[in-house]
């Protein structure tokens, strides 16, 4: 509002002295009309009467091009509506706000904003489950210590008194930890001082254990003291010697101002790349993390070192119970897997990604505040929900510390993120990292991947779907899955799994309707989703084959995804840009086919398809009888059960 006053007063003062073009004039008494109301409007609650007035107002700011003005326009109107209880509208206001922040550079102002249209933000996504095989190596950069597939489960444990006692190691975390949660955990964090020996003990036990470590690495005395000398030579020496897998994060969470190492993104990166290329020249079990916190945001593209000297991005992120982000201030109605989606939509498509510290308070000693419920809710939303959303996740270290007792580092708040103290804390952590997702050894891969449902279809026969659900109520209590209108599926625990039968739709459209029920039990959101269905399944020497698009029919054929099928054959996969053409190759047998061309060539002679390669997505199309028959099999269609049936020559 103090904007808006010193805004008017400056017209009215530049009216009286300078007189404005007519057409200037006009528009800026019509504002100064309108603000003046505007006043009136908010002086008695007349809110009906601002609404009218903040919308009048934006075209003329528009005008104007007064963003600052637009932006705090839409600020009041998504108040109001949020006020109205009319969600969905108040999202659309302060998305709309964000982006106006961001047009005059206003960062700090549009994450704000962003945070509180996340708050109020219905999202229903729906997943459904698809076998690693049917993916390839779509998640997949190729880069050091990266599954394919799955996250690695890692911890940081030193300091949970009941798995590691840090004056006598009569009990070590590689050992206890597996034993509290009923799992291995395939890594673990531990933060070393530059200039400081490596705790070998530490590495020793790892290498006991078949387990990696993150080292998060922390020049305390600051970026001077980290030179190309003798400790640099004798740092690389020493891990390449130990033969663990390591993960090293240099100089994390660079972009607070809580670090000593932050605040100069020159000699920052300068001094990544100087360990970087030694840590790649000398200790090849090593790779290099480069790990900013998830706020502020906008500086984190000053600190990255590039691409040459990254090996994996990592990201501090936690949840505290902070109500700031309410527009009430009553409840903390955010989503911990909100934090960090700028990050991961920024950098997780050329690099693995890690969540390299994280945790869910589930008490808050600022507020002295125990928080249980809330932290429940949000940690089975958090490992329910991450490998549907963000399948680039390689990595995740939970962090399992009580910082009552901690000294800490000026600006950090304590909270408490111990497993071990609560058995209901404990037992959600077990119940969630049970997921085969989540991975025990370094070199494993899942079994099975999430697949957007919309992008993936549907097959015709059983399919596994599940939901990420985040609704202004931060506590559900159950989602029901609808067919066609009709109730097939309840589930009352993230990630809302659901096994269902679309066979009687295959090679039709159904409508998949997913309603969602707050903590009382009063339907609080709903989504309907028009799905494609397979036309068919395939069946390969027995085995179903299922693939990340669905087959179709098209001009009385039946097309399936080039690639899955002929990795399961064992043929090799090329794609040829200058030529749109894919190269296929299995022994002595060679097969090219162009994009929609029915010209192909079988091992060097021309030969002319029945129908046309195509794409869909980024999925090539082909014809399921050519492509079986070009590599000897015999194809059969079983027309009531609609599967086609693939067999191998004896």
């Known amino acids: 509002m103090r904007r808006l006053l010193l805004l008017s007063l400056l017209m009215t003062f530049f009216f009286t002295l300078f007189p404005f073009p007519v057409a ?9 009309i309108l603000e003046t109301k505007m006043q009136q409007a908010e002086n008695t609650k007349n809110w009906s009467e601002a609404e009218k007035i903040y919308q009048a107002l934006i075209p003329l700011y528009t005008q104007q091009q ?10 009041r109107l998504a108040q109001i509506y949020y006020n109205r209880k009319e969600y969905d509208r108040a999202t659309e206001a302060w998305d709309q ?17 962003r945070r509180h249209a996340n708050t109020v933000r219905s999202t229903i996504k729906v997943f459904v489950a698809r076998s690693a095989a049917a993916v390839g190596d779509r998640f997949y950069s190729g880069t050091p210590l990266e599954p394919k597939t799955g996250t690695y489960l890692g911890a940081y444990a030193e300091r949970d008194p009941a798995v590691h006692d840090i004056s006598t190691w009569s009990r070590f975390y590689t050992e206890g930890l597996p034993a509290l949660t009923g799992k291995k955990h395939a890594a673990y964090l531990l933060y070393v001082t530059w200039g400081q020996p490596l705790p070998f003990t530490h590495f020793q036990r790892a290498r006991a254990a078949g387990v990696a470590l993150q080292l998060a690495v922390q020049p305390l005395l600051g970026l001077d003291t980290v030179r190309d000398n003798y400790y640099l030579k004798e740092f690389v020496r020493s891990i390449a010697a130990t033969g663990v897998p390591v993960f090293i994060r240099f100089a994390g969470e660079m972009n607070g101002d809580w670090v000593r190492w932050g605040g100069n993104p020159a000699l920052y990166k300068e ?14 079990n090593a790779v290099m993390v480069w790990a900013p916190n998830d706020f502020p945001e906008k500086n984190m593209d000053d600190y990255y070192p590039g691409d040459d000297a990254v090996d994996w991005i990592g990201v501090s992120s936690y949840s505290t119970y902070e109500t700031h982000s309410d527009p009430e201030g009553k409840e903390d109605r955010t989503s911990q897997l909100d934090r960090f989606a700028d990050a991961y939509q920024r950098y997780s498509p050329k690099k693995p990604f890690m969540l390299a510290e994280t945790g869910i308070s589930h008490h808050n000693y600022r507020l002295d505040k125990e928080i249980k419920d809330w932290a429940l809710a949000q940690m089975r939303r958090y490992y329910a929900a991450l490998p549907r959303l963000y399948p680039r996740v390689k990595a995740i270290f939970w962090y399992d510390v009580d910082e009552g007792n901690l000294i800490q580092e000026t600006g950090r708040l304590k909270n408490n993120y111990l497993l071990s103290r609560d058995q209901d804390i404990l037992s959600t952590y077990r119940s969630m990292i049970a997921d085969p997702f989540y991975l025990s050894e370094i070199g494993q891969e899942a079994g099975q991947v999430y697949l957007p449902i919309e992008e993936a279809g549907l097959s015709s026969t059983v399919n596994e ?3 990420y659900i985040k609704v202004f109520d931060p506590f559900v209590s159950r989602v029901d899955y609808e067919v066609e209108g009709r109730l097939v599926a309840s589930n009352q625990q993230p990630p809302y799994s659901a096994s269902i039968d679309f066979s009687p739709w295959a090679g039709q459209p159904v409508k998949l309707t997913v309603k969602v029920y707050g903590r009382d039990g009063t339907m609080v959101a709903q989504r309907d989703i028009q799905c494609a269905v397979g036309s068919a399944t395939v069946n390969l020497d027995g085995q179903l084959l299922d693939f990340d698009v669905q087959p179709a029919s098209w001009g009385g054929r039946l097309y399936v995804p080039l690639r899955r099928l002929a990795e399961s054959l064992g043929a090799q996969v ?18 090219i086919l162009f994009l929609d061309q029915v010209q192909a060539l079988y091992n060097g002679q021309s030969i002319k398809l029945v129908a ?7 999925r090539t199309m082909v014809p399921l009888r050519f492509l079986g028959e070009s590599f000897g099999l015999t194809v059969d269609y079983d027309i009531l059960k609609k599967v086609a049936i693939l067999r191998s020559q004896p």
């Open 574 to 591: 090329t794609w040829q840009p200058d030529t749109r053409s894919i190269r296929l190759t299995r022994g002595t047998d060679e097969v």
């Open 24 to 32: 200037a004039s006009s528009l800026a008494h019509e504002i100064w």
């Open 271 to 284: 001094k990544f790349r100087l360990v970087a290329k030694a840590i790649h020249a000398g200790a090849s």
């Open 97 to 113: 706000e964000a982006a106006f922040w961001t047009k005059v550079n206003y960062l700090d102002d549009a994450v704000i904003a």
């Open 465 to 467: 779907i599940s939901s």
């Open 66 to 75: 007064d963003w600052i003005n637009v932006a705090l326009m839409y600020q």
């Open 612 to 618: 046309p390669p195509y794409l869909a997505g980024d």
